[in-house]
Structures are given as C-alpha cells and as structure tokens.
C-alpha cells in the first residue's frame, strides 16, 4: 500500500490518478476521501461522477431480483432478517415456477436487462439447483431473452460448474463486510469461505457481483478496507447496501447510516473502483431519500435494482425510471451487454 503523503491533497490525487489513468484509490487514499468534511462532499462526487462517466460510460443498467426461497436460513448474518434463528417476521417460503417467469417477464418490461434469482440458504442444495434449472428454461420458454443472474450461497465447484452450463452469465455473493469485521457480523462461516466461492466463479467465467452493506458497526478504518478487498476481487459489479435494522435481528436498534456518510461512502467506492458496475442495492431510500439516491446517482452509482428487495419495500420501478429520464441518464440495452 502506497502512502499518500500528507501533503498531497486526496482528490487532487484521485483527479490524476483515477480519473487520468483509471486506478483506483489505495487503502489510506480511501479513508482520506471518507474523512472528508462535509463542505468537500459535492467536490468528492463530483469527481466520482466524472470518474464513473469516463472509465464506465454514461449508461445505467437496471436489474430485479426476485426471492425464490425465502427465510428459514440456517446462517446468522445478524442483519438478515431471513435467518431462521432469530425471531424475525419473515416466515420461509418458496415461489412456483410460473411465479418467477411472471417476475422475469414483468422485470424486463421495466427496461432491465438483468434479472436475479436469489435464495435464502447457506449454499444449494440439489433440489434448489433443479428449481433454478426449471426456471431458467421455462423463462426462456416464455420469450424472455433477459440475462439471469443467480444469488444461491456458498458453491461447491460442481455448482458453479452446473450453474455456467444452464446459461447464468452472472453470480451474487456478497462479502457484506470488511475481512476484519466478519466476525462481529456472522459467526457460522467465514468471509474465507465466500472468497473461495467467489474466486471459483471468477475463475469458471462467470461475472462476479459482491458487494456489502455499509452501517453494520463497522469503524470508518473497517469500511476503507472494504473497499480495497472488494477491489481485490476485482468484481463485475458491487452492489451497496446501507443497513435496514430489520426487527428481531441483533442489528433492529442499530441506527440508520447518516446521508452525508453514505454519499461519502459511495464517492469513495467509485474512487476505489473506476471500471466496476457499482449498484444502489438495499436502503438507499431510507438513509437517502429521493434528493439523496439522484446524488449518488451523480456521485458513481451506474447501476440499480428497480422495484422491490427481498423482504423490503423498494419504491415503484417507474420512479427510478423517471428519475434516470430526468437526469438525462441513459438504460443499458440488452444488446449492449450480451
Ligand atoms: S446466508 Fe444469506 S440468507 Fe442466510 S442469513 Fe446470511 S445473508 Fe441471510
């Protein structure tokens, strides 16, 4: 890790080096950038907004999601309020194959070209594996040419291996955290353990989706390393959640992130990350409002998830459709990523 001389100012320093030559902030840059004072904000993403329209383009890809098995996780991600240990109101349930290709069809008429099937398990087990098969095929069946993205757990290498021969071009699996603050978050597997899926992916050809959720209690440190780690990897797409205290998890009465530090945060993802997609995820409503998701629009984000998350209420997919219209940002087209 290089050190930044105390001197240099860091967005003077990102301008050349981010901007200039497309390479991403190290570890110390990046917690300079989210030590910024508030008066430096819109400097900061604004510079994040030029990064991400030259190294990533001007458009936005949009992407829905939907839960094929809900609740009932055997894990204990304290912010998940779809882990079977803690007395959350979600109850476990699985959707029917009609429903999903219902779902694929109305996300591709939203304009997405994106559409992810997520389940609330450790890892597939094979009856999951022929549940996705089934809804593969019978989206396709359907006419819709969409690209299917996967959210399925930890993976053996066969999985993986079954999963590029049905034809999902992307997978899920997020880090959620910094290395150093995994512990504190979950304790039935490691972040090792989701590294080694996600390297598995990488390696077989697949595009890799990782990213987190920031306001967990992780210290400003912890969230800088982040951003490196998730550099690292290197990955297609990050998605960034900010954290919704679900009632019954250990994390209900955690308090929402402040605007200012997740505007902060995203600008410091962009900087770290030129060339990744990175993707409003969860919460964005909550900690930012509708004046804050159009900054981080204008601060790096190039990508959403439009409608519904999995347990939460997201606002209707033609408000983020009107929002992109309005700051003249065009939709990825789905001939544009295949
Ligand atoms: S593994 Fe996924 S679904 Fe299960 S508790 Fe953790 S975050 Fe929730």
Known sequence: MTAVPETTDVLAAAREQVLGRGEGLTEAQ?????????????????????????????EVEIEGIISLKT???????????????????????????????????????????????????????ARLLGQVREGVKAIREDGNDIQIACSLGMLTQAQVDELVEMGVHRYNHNLETARSHFPEVVTTHSWEERWDTLRMVGEAGMEVCCGGIIGMGETVEQRAEFAVQLAELNPHE?????LIPQPGTPYEHYEIVEGRDALRTVAAFRLAMPRTMLRFAGGRELTLGDLGAEQGMLGGINAIIVGNYLTNLGRPASADLEMLAELKMPVKALSDSL
């Open 30 to 58: 990046v917690l300079a950038v989210l030590r910024l004072p508030g008066e430096r904000l819109s400097e900061a993403l604004q510079l994040a907004h030029e990064v991400r329209l030259r190294w990533c383009g001007p």
């Open 71 to 125: 609740g009932g996780c055997p894990e204990d991600c304290h912010f998940c309020s779809q882990s079977g240990r803690f007395p959350t109101p979600v109850r476990s349930a699985w959707l029917d194959i009609p429903g999903l290709v219902k779902a694929a069809r109305q996300t591709k008429e939203t304009g997405a070209t994106e559409f992810c099937i997520v389940a609330a398990v450790r890892g597939p087990d």
């Open 238 to 242: 990050v998605p960034m959640n900010f």
